[in-house]
């Protein structure tokens, strides 16, 4: 039996048929939904024990500041990056420490931080807890998360290539004190890093993070569909139920005409987008010694480890 449909004729064969390309397409639209929703898992002790290393005094020329330059070298090795430090001297020897996935890659995503704290005279144990020994714990962290996604898919990309950089020279540095953020240790990352700098698609910088009540805004318009997307993946994460009950972080909101002076400067200048995770106003306790452990807002930095770190997933799977 069967029906004629114009000259289509139906029958029970052809029936089946229909219903088993629909069943397939079902499951292929099901694995890709799978595959876009992937779940991370941020791993809190290895968080903690990395700004652990890092909540010391580290302004350039200190014992700690070369406690930390190792750290940072040794735990890229071990998250599978290829490093580089570069020494250069203004007062103090500066340098830069890198972290390279896939370094002949055709394009780069840049995520940085600055790793040293500012030489306060006055403050005797400035660990610079937001500004920015946080930033770095969150960068590594990410590594450590998107670990095993790095290792066995990313790695094997010939188009594009993950950098982390963690920034020295940041801040004033001692017996030099001009009013300034020198940022010596980005400015000579443009000079060391051309053939970098030129394959650099977008900068992501993070600073000034961990303090409670903040909030993050857009600050340039080239880069405000990723700070749109950072709101998006914060709701989402929400949603699900992945992140700490905590006040929501990114808004979609937009200022263009403030900002504060950071490492991100350097690349503004030499024309590459900036995306720059800095809340909207100085914390509290900024360049005092309560910039410490103990102040430290963790529903805040919790949900932002996940964020960052879904937010770089997508990134480089949306790059073909």
């Known amino acids: 039996m069967y029906k004629m449909f114009g000259r289509l004729k139906i029958t029970p064969r052809f029936v089946w048929i229909i219903l088993f390309v629909c069943i397939v397409l079902w499951a292929i639209r099901g694995w890709f939904r799978k595959e876009e929703q992937v779940i ?18 580290r302004s350039p020329g200190s014992i700690g500041h070369y406690q930390v330059k190792t750290f ?3 735990e890229l090795k071990s998250l599978g990056f290829q490093t580089k430090s570069e020494e250069v001297f203004e007062k103090f020897p500066i340098t830069n420490v890198m972290g390279i996935i896939n370094p002949n890659a055709k394009e780069f995503l840049l995520l940085s ?15 610079g807890a937001t500004d920015a020994a946080v930033s770095c714990a969150i960068l590594l962290n990410m590594a450590k998360t998107l670990g095993k996604y790095l290792r066995e898919t990313f790695s094997k990309r010939i188009d594009m290539g993950l950098v982390l950089v963690f920034f020295d020279g940041h801040d004033t540095l001692e017996g030099i004190n001009d009013g300034f953020v020198p ?6 990352f443009l000079t060391q890093e051309a053939s970098i700098l030129e394959r650099i ?12 009540e903040h909030i ?3 600050h340039y318009e080239n880069t405000n569909h990723f700070h749109e ?31 504060f002076e950071d490492d991100i400067d350097p690349f503004i200048e030499s024309g590459v987008p900036v995306l720059h995770i800095v809340p909207h106003t100085y914390p509290d306790v900024w360049h005092t010694n309560m910039d410490n452990l103990e102040h430290l807002y963790w529903p805040a930095i ?14 480089m799977r949306s790059v073909k």
């Open 40 to 57: 991370f898992y941020s791993d809190e002790n290895h968080y903690d024990a990395v700004l652990d290393e890092l909540l010391k005094i």
């Open 72 to 74: 940072l070298e040794r």
């Open 113 to 127: 931080c600055h790793y040293d704290s500012k030489y306060m005279e006055e403050v005797d144990d400035y660990v």
């Open 183 to 188: 940022l010596y240790g980005s400015r000579r």
């Open 201 to 212: 698609n977008l900068v992501v910088n993070l600073n000034l993070i961990g303090a409670p």
């Open 216 to 218: 993050y805004i857009s």
């Open 229 to 259: 997307q950072l709101a998006d993946i914060e709701e989402d994460l929400k949603r699900s139920g992945q992140l700490t009950e905590c006040h929501t972080l990114f808004y979609k909101i937009t200022d263009y005409y403030s900002d």
């Open 302 to 315: 919790r949900n932002m480890n996940l964020i960052i770190s879904r937010f770089v997933y997508e990134y």
